[in-house]
Nanobody, 124 residues
Framework: QVLMVESGGGLVQAGDSLRLSCVVS????????MGWFRQSPGKEREFVAS????????LLSDSVKGRFTISRDNAVNTVYLQMNSLKPEDTSVYYC?????????????????WGQGTQVTVYS
């Protein structure tokens, strides 16, 4: 089975930074597309960032472009989301996903394994 564990969330002030981590076990991320999505109660899962297998192609949502960066460390089977200049509207539960797509994707249906999420709360 695949186990994905997100960490690094917390309560921060607007303008601060956080780095989210997602450690994956039971599956190598070196041959997988990775993604970060967020979801708030009553809302659909929202695309944040995605990274291709070879890390050569990144997609970012318009709302986080210039502030967030997605990366991976294949040696420790971990994907990261560096979040800078955080805003209150970034408040959500953040989920990492793994998929078999050959390109990064904004569609959460292209990811077949998910973690349980980590809470990010930003106050002004």
């Amino acid at each position: 089975q695949v186990l994905m564990v997100e960490s690094g969330g917390g309560l921060v002030q607007a303008g601060d930074s956080l780095r989210l981590s997602c450690v994956v076990s039971g599956r190598s991320i070196s041959d997988s597309v990775m993604g970060w999505f967020r979801q708030s109660p009553g809302k659909e899962r929202e695309f944040v960032a995605s990274l291709s297998k070879n890390s050569g192609w990144r997609l970012l949502s318009d709302s986080v472009k210039g502030r967030f960066t997605i990366s991976r460390d294949n040696a420790v089977n971990t994907v990261y989301l560096q979040m800078n200049s955080l805003k209150p509207e970034d408040t959500s539960v953040y989920y990492c996903g793994v998929g078999t797509s050959t390109v990064p994707s904004r569609d959460h249906h292209h990811f077949d394994s998910w973690g349980q999420g980590t809470q990010v709360t930003v106050y002004s």
